[in-house]
């Protein structure tokens, strides 16, 4: 399985706009990329998924390059109940019956006033 | 609401004992995974259920072990508890090939003492 890299931690206010980028220089052809959300004490919740360009839905937007080593996560217009933990994952068993998920440590965003 | 239900919330028990934790999948559902999140840790898969069938297992010794029932509910079982099983243990749920997405259930903290 490819290995992702993403920041820690990223602090935010408000009203902005948080990209939060992750790293899959290994990502392999049949891989697809997912984002999850967690809040603590409750279990993550998909967010978004991709192959490559860009998707997007209600809650953010996904932009993959056309190499797919990288991929950002973009929050339109952040509030407070955006903080959480966001988990990149890559690999082919993200998507059908498979989704044996594997997470790193994620990134905890924090949104402040 | 994923629709995905685990008890007990919380359980605390003695090292050396056994503990059952119950997961009920969301309504359609016929696979089951189970995970386990340290504290500051993104989870970490233990196996997944398939049709009453085992279907892949983590990095996880014999100890813990799982159950799928006819209606997809699933049990996971972990026998002779250590202090490092303490930690978040959830369920998620999904529909099989061509589902892009698993769903969680709240998780169930356990406390080894």
């Known amino acids: 399985l490819a290995k992702t890299t993403q920041p820690i931690s990223m602090d935010s206010y408000e009203g902005q706009e948080v990209n939060i980028t992750c790293s899959h220089n290994n990502i392999a052809t049949n891989d697809y990329i997912t984002w999850y959300q967690q809040f603590p004490s409750q279990g993550p919740r998909f967010i978004i998924q991709g192959y490559k360009t860009k998707v997007t839905n209600e809650v953010a937007s996904l932009f993959i390059p056309a190499d797919r080593k990288s991929s950002t996560l973009s929050l339109p217009r952040v509030s407070l109940s955006d903080t959480a933990v966001y988990y990149c994952l890559v690999g082919d068993e993200v998507t059908g019956g498979g989704n044996k998920l594997t997470f790193g440590t994620g990134t905890q965003l924090k949104v402040e006033l | 609401e994923t629709g995905v239900t685990q008890s007990p919330t919380h359980l605390i028990k003695t090292r050396g004992q056994q503990v059952t934790l119950r997961c009920s999948s969301q309504?359609?559902?016929?696979?089951v995974s189970w995970y386990q999140q340290a504290l500051g840790q993104g989870p970490q898969f233990i196996f997944q259920y398939y049709r009453e069938e085992e279907n892949g297992r983590g990095n996880f010794p014999p100890r813990f072990s799982g159950l799928q029932f006819p209606n997809y509910s699933s049990e996971l079982n972990v026998n002779a508890l250590e202090l490092d099983d303490s930690a978040l243990y959830l369920c998620a749920s999904s529909g099989g090939t061509g589902d892009t997405e698993a769903f969680f259930g709240q998780g169930t903290r356990l406390t080894v003492v």
């Open positions: 309504s359609g559902h016929n696979t």
